[in-house]
């Protein structure tokens, strides 16, 4: 990995309720200067994963935090911070107290407290309880918690939940911001849109089954839903030269696309044939069709007809 050791290696993590097998001997790890996103339907087991790194659940399996699990680092607020309920504080401590018993727990300066209060834009109801937050602000005070220490990585579930447009884009820079300083968050989210403007890797489960790990750029590069449009003036034409060659194709927005060929290898085709271009694209699928891909029959609920 280039990384000599420094990442987040999650091994064979396991998790069984009576007769249900939650995580399934789930691998994948978490590079520093990356944000990796943690997709997977509703009920695919990835709160339960993110609860087995910290320690949080029982379970089997490791994980390492710089080949060492969390539990051996002297000071663990400098290594993760966590955000995975939005209301885990006190409802009647000020926004501003909550976040300084925190910082007395974990020999954090209280200086940072005011700190972490203006990167969430939290410093004008920092005196008033967070029991009467929306659940937008008491996100915003979630993430204030977890970047408190200053940690190395942050692991993040759902944190876009409860927040607005304006609080939505906010949270995309903060995190693409936190990993440019060379941490690493792992977060998840349902918002595949966002992830898909966020996210460098991502990691894909399905009932608790380890589905796919990679960059963003190489899944939709290998969905069944990638490939290249072109037109030409003569369908009948093209659409035999495509049969002659075998190309897998089909009709598209009056004109045709292809699988499994780049627009070097269409553009050839159709010079040998004599055929003018008029248009030819790459069209990468989305990551939500590459996603539903992956997932296809791994979701907890589906609708009937879909």
Do not use: C
Request: net charge neutral; hydrophobic share 40%.
């Amino acid at each position: 990995m280039g990384y000599n050791g420094a990442m987040i290696d999650a091994q064979n993590l396991t998790k069984r309720y009576k007769k249900k097998l939650a995580v399934d001997s789930l691998s994948f790890r978490v590079e520093p200067g990356k944000v990796t996103g943690f997709l997977g339907p509703n009920g695919s087991g990835k709160s339960t994963t993110m609860r087995l790194m910290l320690g949080l659940d029982r379970g089997a399996g490791t994980t390492l935090f710089d080949e060492k699990p969390l539990w051996e680092h002297v000071q663990p607020s400098a290594v993760v911070g966590i955000l995975l309920e939005a209301k885990a504080f006190h409802p009647t401590r000020s926004a501003r107290n909550h976040l300084r018993v925190l910082a007395d727990a974990g020999g954090i300066p209280q200086a940072r407290v005011e700190e972490v209060l203006d990167m969430v834009g939290l410093k004008d109801v920092a005196k008033k309880g967070p029991g009467k937050f929306s659940l937008g602000m008491s996100q915003r005070l979630g993430i204030a918690a977890a970047i408190l220490g200053e940690p190395k990585y942050l692991i993040l579930d759902e944190p876009a939940n409860g927040l607005d447009p304006e609080g939505i884009a906010w949270l995309r820079q903060f995190i693409k911001d936190y990993a440019d300083k060379g941490n690493a968050v792992f977060v998840s989210s349902h918002l595949l849109s966002e992830m898909a403007q966020m996210a460098d890797d991502v990691v894909v489960i399905g009932k608790g089954k380890f589905l796919a790990e990679g960059s963003i750029k190489d899944l939709v590069a290998g969905s069944a839903h990638a490939g290249v449009f072109v037109r030409s003036t003569n369908e009948v034409k093209l659409k035999k030269a495509f049969q002659v060659s075998r190309v897998k194709f089909v009709s598209y927005d009056e004109g045709f696309k292809v699988s499994g060929k780049t627009t070097d290898e269409v553009g050839q085709l159709l010079f040998k044939a004599g055929l003018p271009v008029l248009e030819l694209a790459r069209q990468d699928a989305s990551l939500e069709e590459a996603f539903l891909e992956l997932t296809a029959g791994t979701e907890e609920f589906s609708a009937k007809g879909r």
